[in-house]
């Protein structure tokens, strides 16, 4: 489904990004096809610097997993994203790419089962490249901005499977409940368990401070000036285990879990999740428990399993996802970046729990 194709030369390496440090653009095989199947975007990433850049490729145009790479649109309105939303492991190398300098990357992009084309019709669409990019967990990021391209379909637009027959029923998460879950190992399905329920609390706890205007420094942090009776509605979804979803372990339909620690397989426009299901691999298991975080400074703190469990349910509830990755990283984000970012929910949750609970 993807290529990726790369350059190197072995020069100093970049510990940081400034602005100008990479370009993008985004080209097409043709600005006209008959069917989805035609449309192959090419990103291509350039590193004019005198460094190699290595930057993490997930959740961006680097990514070559059938991930939301770009915003799709048609006469304004969102193209439902039939894909992916991985948790990396930050341990696996293939989770980065580098950049030589003054040299380039191409990834080519098969779109046709990322995106549900068929309500909209034939048509001019418009493809809006995912630019944000960090060097590691916790680093600054830098967003490149990237001109949109537009593609017209002439004829064929009917729905692809990513993964065919892994289609869940379409109805809206608000109207559907809950979570089961198929893990045959005792052991993992345990900490799966406890892992939702310590999510589910995080979550509880978190929306009941927002609504009592508790720990305000902490939601300005993650939240900025968003409305606070969004973030708690979404926080109440998480809360309530919102969705019919069958949460998995010892499967991987994507074959990915050897640089995944969770991933989300997700149907959703906006933030409206039609469908989806989750999957736990081996590395999610070695994430710290929540009690632990109540040891460490409290910037230190990014991650535990019922925070990471709390971050793939915000994918699966209210269909957030992966901006920047750290707790560091994330609270200085945009207010609309923060809005749709699922480390901000996790973060936000247990910097509140390391406040307010231990």
């Known amino acids: 489904m993807f290529r990726t194709a790369a350059l190197f030369s072995f020069v100093s390496l970049a510990l940081g990004l400034s602005t100008g440090d990479l370009q993008v653009s985004v080209k097409a095989s043709s600005n006209k096809v ?3 199947d035609d449309i192959v975007l090419t990103a291509i990433v350039s590193n004019p610097t005198s460094e190699d ?4 490729r997930n959740a961006n145009i680097l990514d070559e997993l059938p991930t939301n790479s770009f915003a799709v649109a048609k006469d304004d309105q969102d193209v439902t994203f039939t894909g992916l939303i ?3 492991n930050f341990e696996a190398a293939d989770n980065f790419i580098t950049i030589a300098a003054g040299q380039s990357v191409a990834v080519n992009h098969t779109v046709s ?7 909209h019709g034939a048509g001019t669409y418009t493809f809006t490249p995912r630019a944000v990019f960090q060097t590691k967990e916790n680093s600054d990021v830098l967003s490149v901005s ?22 869940a029923s379409l109805q809206p998460t608000d109207s559907l409940r809950a979570s089961t879950f198929n893990c045959p190992d005792a052991n993992k399905l345990n900490t799966l368990r406890n892992s939702q329920t310590d999510a589910r609390n995080l979550a509880r706890a978190a929306a009941s401070r927002i609504r ?3 720990n305000n420094d902490q939601y300005t942090k993650f939240f900025g000036t968003n409305d606070r009776n969004e973030v708690a509605r979404r926080y109440d ?3 309530n285990d919102a969705g019919t979803r069958t949460i998995h372990c010892n499967q991987d339909p994507a074959n990915i879990c050897s640089r995944a620690a969770a991933y989300v397989m997700l149907s959703a426009s906006g933030t409206t999740v039609y469908s989806s299901q989750t999957y736990f691999c081996d590395s999610f298991f070695n994430f710290q428990t929540t009690p632990q975080i109540c040891s460490q400074p409290i910037t230190s703190i990014n991650n535990s399993l019922g925070g990471v469990f709390l971050h793939e349910m915000s994918h699966a509830t209210v269909a957030t996802t992966d901006v920047a990755y750290g707790c560091s990283t994330v609270n200085n984000l945009s207010n609309a970046d923060k809005l749709r970012c699922a ?11 390391r406040l307010t609970s231990c």
């Open 34 to 36: 008959s069917s989805i």
């Open 53 to 56: 850049i290595r930057v993490i």
């Open 86 to 88: 991985v948790t990396p």
């Open 113 to 119: 089962a990322l995106y549900d084309f068929e309500p």
């Open 146 to 167: 990237a001109q949109p391209i537009s593609i017209e379909v002439t004829s064929d637009v009917a729905h692809r499977e990513v993964f065919p027959g892994a289609d």
């Open 212 to 214: 009592n205007n508790q």
């Open 237 to 239: 979804l998480i809360a």
């Open 343 to 353: 480390d901000n929910y996790q973060c936000h949750a247990l910097h509140t729990h």
